[in-house]
């Protein structure tokens, strides 16, 4: 375990190290005040110890809980009780993810129960949609096409000011731990139905989306957003407490469901449960850490340097933008719980180096496009819209192999520190232009969310012709041999 310690920490330091440098060097250059980068170099080392511990944890907590329930479920060979469980499973750790009960208190008209239990319905419902078609062997690609258009036409229609509010929600509700959990229990089914292991994520980040769009139609709601975003959290003991509490009843929920799996297979390892009891207080004590530090020290440096950064020439602050969001989205622990993932299922097929480059890239051209937008005035629906059609549309010529994986990109990119860091940033720059800075600020999720499925989406077409190149190259050797 030692071993595996010290590997993700220079992991994380070798990801940490260019935003700490980089936001230091605009720190000073934009003159933001001594106590603000002390927090932020104070937070740093929580975030580095807490992504450390929460990574190796993981490993040896809940990938193996999602493995052995999944296995559990595989060996009953009952289809129903394979789909009653996913719901339950994604309609409950929803619930408890950490940060989801605060989007309750951002919307006006929707009944706050409604909006919540809306949410986590739709998780679950599409949870068990991906295990379905999984064990089903139904084609990845319509489901997420005929989705896709659903979102694309809901967009027309819908309440504007709930659009970016919706792809929100849906970077809180797939988080760190669901993420991780959701991926090694639905990386078993595919295994034994022998067929690509990848769209879980895509497909459960949609459902949040559909629903909030379909709620604004019905409740017509105005959204709440918060009215001091330079001290939204900065007390330290508090913020300890609260993210803790959120994720310890977020872990409890999925350690009880595997007592009871346990229970009835009865096998219970004890050396082995040991093991995992060290993991799950790992990634308690890591991800508390973490989220800690990225609320507590980056929230207000991002802000800070945004609002700071007015004086600058338009393209430097969109430069400067792109540079933050492709290095702060290295350190994001749910692209981490992706590549790792991908990592096992292609057994390095896909190098996690090129893949993490490729999201990194996404988010910073999203960053970029955002900050362009903010700074001219223009609406955020004329970026989402034309990329959405792309998404669409490349997902008829993309490979199998890539489609599932560029659709759970975009589910994971929008995690929880990314969003603590690139927000505020964009409220920062948008307070010195308009008195609804908070308002036109929001939206940066949404296009985050869809930038890096369009990269994967350019990168499996680019792989298809090679193949299909060589294959033919391969071939026509043949015939001249045979010549």
Do not use: W
Not at 278 to 284: K, R
């Amino acid at each position: 375990m030692s071993d595996s310690i010290i590997l993700n920490l220079k992991r994380v330091i070798k990801g940490i190290l260019p935003i700490i440098i980089f936001v230091l060097i605009l720190s000073f250059i934009l003159k933001i005040d001594t106590s603000t980068v002390i927090r932020f170099l104070s937070s740093s080392i929580f975030v580095l110890v807490g992504l450390t511990l929460f990574t190796t944890g993981c490993d040896i907590s809940l990938n193996v809980i999602g493995k052995k329930i999944s296995n559990i479920l595989i060996k009953k060979k009952n289809l129903n009780l394979i789909l009653i469980t996913c719901f339950f499973l994604g309609t409950f750790i929803t619930m408890l993810e950490p940060e989801f009960l605060t989007i309750g208190y951002e919307t006006r008209n929707i009944p706050t129960n409604l909006l919540l239990i809306s949410v986590s319905l739709s998780i679950g419902l599409f949870l068990t949609l991906a295990i379905y078609r999984i064990l089903k062997k139904i084609s990845l690609r319509y489901i997420l096409i005929i989705s896709y258009l659903i979102i694309f036409f809901l967009l027309f229609i819908a309440d504007f000011s709930i659009v970016p509010f919706a792809f929100d929600v849906a970077s809180v509700v797939v988080g760190s731990i669901s993420a991780s959990f959701i991926l090694s229990f639905g990386g078993n089914f595919t295994k034994c139905a022998k067929t690509n292991g990848f769209g879980i994520l895509s497909l459960t980040s949609i459902g949040p989306i559909i629903i909030l769009l379909i709620l604004s139609i019905i409740y017509k709601p105005s959204i709440v957003y918060d009215s001091d975003p330079i001290l939204k959290r900065l007390g330290f003991f508090n913020t300890l407490k609260d993210n803790f509490t959120q994720v310890f009843f977020s872990l409890l929920l999925i350690v009880i469901v595997y007592l009871i799996f346990l229970r009835v297979a009865k096998k219970i390892n004890k050396k082995e449960n040991r093991k995992i009891v060290i993991g799950l207080i790992m990634v308690l004590v890591g991800i508390t850490l973490f989220l800690t530090g990225g609320d507590v020290g980056y929230f207000k440096i991002a802000y800070l340097i945004g609002n700071k950064l007015n004086s600058v020439n338009e393209l430097i602050i969109v430069i400067i933008g792109g540079v933050l969001g492709f290095f702060i989205s290295k350190i994001e622990p749910t692209i981490k719980v992706l590549i790792n993932y991908v990592d096992n299922v292609t057994n390095g097929g896909i190098k996690d180096h090129f893949l993490e480059n490729c999201l990194c890239l996404g988010v910073s051209i999203s960053i970029m496009l955002s900050l362009y937008r903010v700074m001219n005035g223009y609406s955020v629906m004329i970026f989402l819209i034309p990329t959405y059609f792309l998404a669409i549309l490349f997902a008829f010529f993309t490979p199998d192999s890539f489609l599932g994986l560029a659709f759970d990109a975009g589910g994971v990119v929008t995690g929880s520190f990314v969003s603590s860091f690139l927000i505020p940033l964009l409220i920062g720059v948008a307070s010195n232009l308009s008195n609804s800075y908070l308002t036109e600020a929001f939206g940066v999720m949404a296009l985050i969310s869809i930038i890096p499925v369009i990269i994967l989406e350019i990168v499996g077409m680019i792989y298809n012709i090679e193949i299909q190149e060589i294959d033919y190259k391969q071939l026509d050797d043949r015939i001249i041999e045979y010549d």
